[in-house]
């Protein structure tokens, strides 16, 4: 098959399924495999307004709502980056990523989120050993009482997977 470019491509119609083979070129080498060993990570971008932060303790920020019976959803990883640089958010406890009716954060964003910095960006911590929710929605939240006299505005880009076991 002579190549093409990635315009003449055809679309994938639907998610790879056991059987499909992924063909790639790498430094002049042909290589095949099973398409389901590929990882492909769907990307959400959440804003979020001083507003919304100063009320993160009491009312969690949704990222992505559930996803139906027998589904987790796993954050891979995110980012936190400080679109307004306004003034400084005080905050009593860790601010993360959370199944909404989880215990336990799945990431967490260092307190230095509470820097005014005009373009601050953070890279979250992944929190090892977490117990997935099934069926449950992805929230950023403060843990414990709402956070204080802050003015920041942020976005939050959050990295996933489903996990389905339907």
């Known amino acids: 098959m002579p190549d093409k470019s990635l315009s003449q491509l055809d679309i994938l119609p639907s998610a790879p399924e056991s059987g499909d083979i992924t063909h790639i070129v790498r430094a002049g080498k042909d290589y095949q495999g099973d398409a389901l060993d590929l990882v492909t990570y769907s990307k959400i971008t959440t804003q979020i307004s001083s507003a919304q932060f100063l009320a993160a303790g009491t009312t969690p920020i ?64 992944r929190k090892p050993q977490q117990k997935f929710v099934e069926n449950d929605s992805l929230v950023f939240k403060v843990n414990g009482a709402n956070p204080t006299v802050g003015t920041n505005e942020f976005e939050l880009i959050t990295w996933y997977t489903i996990l389905d076991f339907s």
Do not use: C, M
């Not at 307004?84 to 406890?93: E, K, L, N, Q, S």
């Open 62 to 125: 949704e990222i992505l709502p559930a996803q139906g019976a027998n589904t987790f959803i796993n954050p891979v990883f995110a980012v936190l980056r400080n679109i307004g640089g306004g003034g400084a958010y005080v905050i009593a406890d860790l601010a993360g990523i959370w199944h909404s009716t989880g215990t336990k954060a799945l990431h967490e964003f260092d307190l230095a989120i509470a820097q005014s910095i005009t373009e601050y960006v953070e890279q979250s911590d």
